[in-house]
């Protein structure tokens, strides 16, 4: 009786200790048994792939390199030399109203084929401070609707008891600066028309949003807009607002539309607006034709060549030691999956 009981128990015991395991239903796919292509790395093949990243990597890299020394680049840092020689106090100078003037001269060593395209570049300007990036307010920049819809814009949200369209430290801080270019007493033409992305224009300003009360505090941060053009078509605003990832960046300001040949000399007349004396920063001039690989960028031909010379480097190591010393492959037959193919 008692033994009957007992076998009783255990039973039940083991029934519940089943039904309470956690172990998974046995599937291919939980237990990574699918058809699947399982390659045994070799000699020969880590070689010829090593080989093969070569052949492919190094010949690009040769030519994203040419096509990056084909560009024609002229740079010229205009901050400090825009400053009168009897000014001591840079920031001073800058913030005094009015226009500042000034004249440079770029020599043009090689000739430049156009479109040449024109932009100015910030040194030391954090335009990815996260209370920077988020100083807008998007739907705002949309639609006329929300004219009055400031949140996130402090604190160049409103002045004079009026809201500010647009509204935040972005767009207060719009850069200012002027240029105009001419070659023997010739001016060279800057389009400044589609100098920003589509979209930006298409959706994120809209063609009845006009700026209202901008710049009309007791602080001017930058630039003015034209309460008589739409924001979609205040370009230099839209490509400001489209902030940069890092503290040196350059932006476009426009295009000149006629080749510049070796030898020419480019007279500018710029107006030294913008405040970058106050946090040590610099402005640059930058003149620059396009390949087709775009602006001039070496980094991209190293980084190829970097990962083709090592591949090379590592295919003849492994060549080496594989002459040298060789080893005998194992049996594939004894690999888990070929003994038990099924997973049973």
């Given amino acids: 009786m008692s033994t009957s009981a007992a076998g009783g128990a255990g039973s039940n015991d083991s029934n519940a200790g089943r039904r309470q395991s956690k172990r998974p239903k046995y599937s291919k796919f939980t237990q990574q048994e699918l058809p699947a292509c399982k390659p045994i790395l070799t000699p020969r093949a880590v070689i010829s792939a090593f080989l093969i990243v070569t052949i492919v990597f190094i010949p690009i890299g040769v030519a994203s390199l040419i096509a990056s020394h084909d560009v024609v680049e002229i740079i010229d840092r205009y901050d400090s030399q825009c400053i009168p020689s009897n000014v001591t106090d840079k920031v001073a100078y800058i913030q005094t109203p009015g226009e500042k003037p000034c004249n440079r001269e770029l020599h043009v060593d090689k000739r430049m084929k156009s479109p040449i395209y024109v ?50 430290l972005i767009a207060w801080s719009l850069f200012n600066d002027t240029y105009s270019f001419s070659r023997n007493s010739v001016n060279l033409t800057v389009n400044k028309k589609d100098i920003s992305w589509k979209s930006d224009r298409d959706h994120k300003f809209g063609s009845d949003v006009f700026p209202k009360n901008f710049q009309s505090g007791t602080l001017i941060g930058g630039g003015r807009l034209d309460e008589n053009r739409s924001l979609s078509e205040q370009e230099d605003l839209i490509v400001w607002m489209r902030t940069a990832a890092l503290p ?14 070796k030898g020419d000399v480019i007279k500018v007349n710029l107006n030294n607006n913008y405040n970058t ?64 193919p099924g997973g049973q």
């Fill in 119 to 168: 932009y100015y570049q910030l040194d030391n300007f954090y335009q990815n401070h996260r209370r920077y990036v988020k100083s807008r307010n998007d739907e705002q920049l949309r639609d006329s609707k929300n004219a009055n819809s400031t949140s996130g814009c402090e604190p160049e949200d409103s002045a004079n008891g009026m809201p500010i369209v647009p509204c935040g």
């Fill in 277 to 340: 004396y106050s946090f040590n920063g610099k402005k640059k001039l930058v003149l620059s034709t396009t390949t087709w690989l775009g602006g001039k960028n070496d980094f991209l031909g190293i980084a190829y060549l970097t990962v083709g010379g090592l591949s090379f480097f590592l295919a003849m190591a492994f060549t080496v030691v594989y002459l040298i010393k060789p080893r005998q492959l194992g049996d594939p037959s004894y690999l888990s999956w070929n003994r038990n």
């Fill in 248 to 261: 040196t960046f350059r932006k476009l300001y426009g295009r000149i539309e006629v080749d510049l040949e």
